[in-house]
């Protein structure tokens, strides 16, 4: 799967042949609030600081299904499903800049390196997924972790930055 950059607020997430399998697409530039839509419909907004809910959108009620809240140390924590399944969003220590999702044994799950694309004044990213968890990584994971690297580059070029934790 490859991520394609359509503006500074959509961004794509395309099969091998082309085929858009799911997209993202916020509102505003500071990402608080935004759609995710793969075959289904689900609204990300950004509920305390350092804190989004993602929603599944239906015509009873809108149902919680993924929680994204920034830790301590740079990281980001995705917790998604009945289960609440969690996995870990990090930024990378050395000095090429990247960004990693990983499952609670530590497994590296995919990892997102950016560049600058000064036309769509937005990022372009390079997604690479481990071949060995890719049962794991589904369109909608992937998008998650592409909010991440989106609130977390925000946040690195001077946009609003949540508290770290509140202990």
Not at 32 to 61: C, H, P, R
Not at 114 to 143: G, M, R
Request: hydrophobic share 40%.
């Amino acid at each position: 799967m490859t991520i394609y950059t359509a503006n500074s607020k959509r961004f794509e997430l395309k099969s091998k042949d082309g085929m858009i399998v799911g997209f993202i697409e916020y509102q505003n530039n500071s990402f608080s609030k935004g759609e995710i839509v793969l075959v289904d419909k689900y609204t990300i907004q950004l509920m305390a600081i350092g804190v989004w809910y993602t929603y599944f959108e239906s015509n009873e009620s809108n149902k919680k299904i993924a929680i994204i809240k920034v830790e301590a140390g740079g990281t980001m924590s995705i917790r998604k499903g009945y289960m609440l399944k969690k996995y870990l969003f990090k930024k990378s220590t050395n000095w090429k800049l990247r960004f990693s999702l990983f499952n609670v044994n530590g497994d590296d799950l995919l990892t997102l390196v950016p560049t600058v694309n000064w036309k769509k004044e937005s990022h372009d990213y390079n997604l690479q997924l481990n071949e060995d968890f890719e049962y794991e990584c589904d369109a909608f994971l992937i998008l998650q972790a592409l909010h991440c690297a989106n609130c977390s580059l925000s946040m690195m070029q001077g946009g609003s930055v949540p508290a770290l934790v509140s202990l």
